[in-house]
C-alpha cells in the first residue's frame, strides 16, 4: 500500500486572494433566516444523552438561541445541558423527567426571524431513538440493491434481480430474462421520506424502478429508453430526469422525464425533443433556495450550455461557450453572488480552466482563475471544491455573502480524486468538512474547509478495480447521509466502508458486496 502524501504548497499564501467577479446587483444581499430542526421529536429513557440540532441559513449569518418551553435555556447551561457548535445544537448528558418538554430553535438576523420546536419525551418504556426506515444507503451492486442502515451497520434489505415486482409488471423478476447480463452500473436518487425511490433495475437495459422506502419493496416497473445511465430527481416539479446512453457506446443518447414522480403511482413519460445530450444539470435545493426554475443540458461535440425551463420542458436559451474554447462536462452552483461553474474537457494533456457563468444575465464571466477540476460546491454554497482524476492538485474557494470569489488554498496530493462529499461541522456553526476518495488508493482524504487542516483515514481496502461504468464516472464514490446526518459510505472492491464524520473514524466494514459503483442516501432531511 502506497502512502498518498498532502502538500499544502501556497496553501496560507493563497488564503485572501479575491477574485473579485461582483456586479452591481450582488451588493449587500439580504435574506431572512430559514432553520430546520432535527429530530422534530424523540422519546429516550432516563439516564441516556440526547441531542437537539437545529441548521439555519440566511444573510447575514442567523444568530441561534434556544428556549425551553418558552423560557431561555442560556441560563441553565451546566455540565448536563450544553450548547454546541456555536448554539446549533443543544445537548443533554443524561436525561431526566424534568426534561420533558418543546425546545424551541429560534434563528435571528436584521432583516428577519423563524423559529421550529424539537420535542422530548422522557419514558420509562420509551424506545431509544433511531434513524426511521427511510434514512438509509441504498448500494446498487452486482447483485441488486443493498438497503443499510447506518446506524446498526447492518443490511435491512437486499433487493435481489430474482425479486418479483406484484404491481405493474406482475410476477416479472428485477433482471432481464432472455437477456445477455451486463456489469451491474444502476443509477437512483432518493426523493422525501414519503415518496418512492427511483432505481434502475440491477441488470435492467430499459425500466426505471420505483421502489417504496417505507415497505423497501418494489412498486412498479417503468420502461424507459435502453441503458439508463443516470437519474435526477427534480424536487421543484416533482419529476425524474433520465439520461439513456442507447448503448454502450453512448450512440443513440436520449432525455426523459418522469412525471409526478412522488406519487408513488400515475406517473407520466415525457420524451424530450433535446438530441445528442451528453450530460445535465439541476441546480440543488437548499433551506434558503427551495425552488428551482431552470436546468441545464450539453453534449460533448457543442461549445455551448443548453437552458431549459424545468416547468415546461422547453429550451430557453443557449449559452455559447466557443470564445473560451470549453466543451462543458460538468456544473455547479453557488446562490450566493449567483455562479454557475462549468468545468471545461480536457484538451489532450491540458486541464482547461473552469468557466463562471452569471445566473442572473446568463453572461459568461470568464475563466474561474486557474483552477481545473471537477467543481462541488458545499450545501450553504459557501466553499467550491475542484478536483479531477487526472490531477494531484485540490483547489478550494470560498464565496463571500457579497459574491465575490476568494481562494482559500490549494491541495498538492500524490494522486487524483476520484469523489468528494461534504459533511457539517459538530463543533463549529456554519463550517463543512470534505471527504474525498483517492483515484488508485484506498485511503480517504479528510479535509477542514475553513482552516485546510488535511489528514487520511487509512485500513480502507482496494477502490473496485476500472471506471464506474463503460461511460465513465468517478471510480470510486463517497456518499454523505444529509443535512443532520453523521455517516458517508463509500464502496470497495468487494465491501462496502462507513464512516462516523462525527468522530472522524472508520465505523464498520460490510463484506460480500461486489461492485458496489452507486450509492443514494435516502432520508428525512
Not at 33 to 61: D, F, K, N
Not at 229 to 256: E, R, T
Not at 279 to 294: C, K
Amino acid at each position: 500500500m502506497h502512502e498518498a502524501k498532502v502538500d499544502f504548497g501556497a496553501g496560507p499564501q493563497a488564503r485572501g486572494q479575491v477574485r473579485a467577479f461582483s456586479y452591481r446587483h450582488r451588493f449587500s444581499p439580504t435574506v431572512p433566516p430559514v432553520i430546520r430542526v432535527y429530530p422534530e421529536t424523540q422519546a429516550q429513557e432516563p439516564g441516556v444523552a440526547a441531542s437537539l440540532r437545529c441548521h439555519a441559513e440566511g444573510i447575514p449569518m442567523p444568530r441561534i438561541t434556544w428556549l425551553k418551553n418558552g423560557m431561555d435555556v442560556s441560563a441553565q447551561m451546566s455540565k448536563q445541558l450544553s450548547l454546541l457548535a456555536n448554539g446549533s445544537e443543544l445537548h443533554i448528558g443524561s436525561v431526566r423527567y424534568e426534561d420533558t418538554g418543546a425546545y424551541t430553535c429560534i434563528a435571528k438576523n436584521e432583516v428577519g426571524v423563524d423559529e421550529d420546536i424539537s420535542s422530548l419525551f422522557i419514558e420509562d418504556s420509551a424506545r431509544k431513538t433511531r434513524l426511521s426506515v427511510g434514512n438509509m444507503f441504498y448500494v446498487f451492486s452486482d447483485d441488486g440493491i443493498i438497503i443499510l442502515h447506518p446506524v446498526d451497520c447492518e443490511i435491512q434489505r437486499h433487493l435481489k434481480p430474482s425479486e418479483k415486482i406484484f404491481m405493474s409488471y406482475v410476477g416479472r423478476n428485477l433482471s432481464s430474462r432472455g437477456r445477455r447480463r451486463h456489469p451491474a452500473v444502476p443509477v437512483g436518487v432518493g426523493s422525501e421520506r414519503q415518496a418512492p425511490v427511483h432505481l434502475r433495475g440491477p441488470t435492467a437495459l430499459n425500466r426505471v424502478l420505483v421502489v417504496d422506502v417505507q415497505a423497501q419493496k418494489v412498486l412498479q416497473s417503468i420502461g424507459v429508453d435502453p441503458l439508463p445511465a443516470k437519474l435526477s430527481y427534480d424536487k421543484s416539479h416533482d419529476q425524474v430526469w433520465v439520461l439513456s446512453w442507447g448503448d454502450v457506446h453512448k450512440s443513440q443518447p436520449s432525455l426523459q422525464v418522469i412525471t409526478e414522480a412522488s406519487t408513488g403511482q400515475g406517473q407520466h413519460l415525457i420524451r424530450t425533443p433535446f438530441a445528442g445530450v451528453d450530460d445535465f444539470f439541476i441546480p440543488p435545493t437548499n433551506l434558503i433556495i427551495n425552488h428551482i426554475r431552470f436546468g441545464f443540458i450539453f453534449n460533448k461535440s457543442d461549445p455551448a450550455v443548453h437552458k431549459v425551463d424545468l416547468e415546461t420542458l422547453m429550451l430557453l436559451k443557449t449559452i455559447g461557450l466557443q470564445r473560451h474554447g470549453c466543451l462543458p462536462q460538468a456544473m455547479a452552483h453557488t446562490h450566493l453572488g449567483g455562479y454557475f461553474f462549468v468545468q471545461c474537457r480536457r484538451d489532450r494533456a491540458t486541464a482547461a480552466p473552469q468557466l463562471l457563468i452569471d445566473s442572473v444575465t446568463d453572461a459568461v464571466v470568464g475563466p474561474n482563475g486557474d483552477v481545473t477540476g471537477t467543481p462541488h460546491t458545499s450545501p450553504d454554497g459557501r466553499f467550491v471544491v475542484s478536483a479531477a482524476a487526472a490531477s494531484p492538485q485540490l483547489h478550494v474557494q470560498e464565496v463571500t455573502l457579497r459574491g465575490e470569489i476568494r481562494t482559500l488554498y490549494d491541495l498538492k496530493i500524490g494522486q487524483g480524486i476520484s469523489d468528494v462529499a461534504f459533511q457539517r461541522s459538530f463543533t463549529h456553526s456554519n463550517q463543512y468538512y470534505v471527504y474525498a476518495t483517492l483515484e488508485a488508493e484506498p485511503d480517504l482524504l479528510f479535509l477542514e474547509l475553513a482552516t485546510g487542516k488535511a489528514g487520511m483515514l487509512k485500513n480502507f481496502q482496494e477502490p473496485p478495480s476500472g471506471p464506474a461504468g463503460p461511460w465513465g464516472g468517478p471510480r470510486r464514490i463517497v456518499r454523505d447521509s444529509g443535512l443532520f446526518g453523521q455517516y458517508l459510505l463509500t464502496p470497495a472492491r468487494e465491501s462496502l466502508f462507513l464512516i462516523n464524520g462525527r468522530q472522524n473514524t472508520l465505523r464498520c466494514e460490510v463484506s460480500g458486496v461486489k461492485r458496489g459503483t452507486t450509492v443514494v442516501w435516502v432520508g428525512e432531511v
